[in-house]
């Protein structure tokens, strides 16, 4: 029986956790959109790339396979 019994190693769980953090970041962005209701630049255009690029990110996580 494999000693291991987890679906991700180490590394999946912490490129995970960075594509949370880079997901969360473009979420914040989005908040501090100085224009109302985040109609400006960062709001309607930096943010939700940010937040697209966070969301591709955790999928490279999930399908990252280690060399074992």
């Known amino acids: 029986m494999d ?9 999946n769980y912490t ?8 997901i969360v970041v473009g979420f914040v962005i989005i908040g501090m ?5 985040g109609f400006g630049f ?3 255009t ?3 790339i940010i937040t ?3 969301f591709i ?3 490279y996580a999930i399908f990252y ?4």
């Open 42 to 44: 960062m709001g309607l």
């Open 33 to 37: 959109d100085s224009e109302p209701h």
């Open 15 to 22: 490129l995970m956790l960075i594509g949370i953090a880079i």
């Open 3 to 11: 000693k291991n019994n987890l679906p991700f190693s180490k590394k």
């Open 52 to 54: 697209l690029a966070g």
């Open 57 to 59: 990110f955790e999928f």
């Open 46 to 48: 930096l943010g939700p």
């Open 65 to 68: 396979k280690s060399e074992k």
